[in-house]
């Protein structure tokens, strides 16, 4: 069993600047078979939609288009550590922020594509 644990979630204002981290912890055989990490958001009374996703070992990323250029995705496979820079934040980036997991071939961009799922953590920009 793999488990993947968020945090850095918190209330920031308009313009400001969040840092998430996730942390996949367990088998060695099992987290080293992950490919992909990504990060995905869902606000009150919305579907869970892509925000950002990067395969291993760093070289090849994909970001939503409505955040792309404010937010920065990377990881430390030596740490089996995925984090996301959110910068500009805007009052539509809040949600609850996930991480996800997959074992497949691809950087997925659809939450069928992700194997495991964090908790989630907070984010919130007031208007």
């Known amino acids: 069993q793999v488990q993947l644990v968020e945090s850095g979630g918190g209330l920031v204002q308009a313009g400001g600047s969040l840092r998430l981290s996730c942390a996949a912890s367990?088998?060695?055989?099992?987290?080293?078979?992950?490919?992909?990490m990504g990060w995905f958001r869902q606000a009150p009374g919305k579907e869970r939609e892509f925000v950002s996703a990067i395969r291993r070992g760093g070289g090849n990323t994909n970001y939503a288009d409505s955040v792309k250029g404010r937010f920065t995705i990377s990881r430390d496979d030596g740490k089996n550590t995925v984090y996301l820079q959110m910068n500009s934040l805007k009052p539509e980036d809040t949600a609850v922020y996930y991480c996800?997991?997959?074992?497949?071939?691809?950087?997925?961009?659809?939450?069928?594509?992700?194997?495991?799922w964090g908790q989630g953590t907070q984010v919130t920009v007031p208007s």
């Open positions: 367990g088998r060695t055989y099992n987290i080293y078979g992950i490919n992909a």
């Open positions: 996800a997991a997959s074992y497949g071939t691809a950087v997925y961009t659809t939450t069928g594509g992700y194997d495991l």
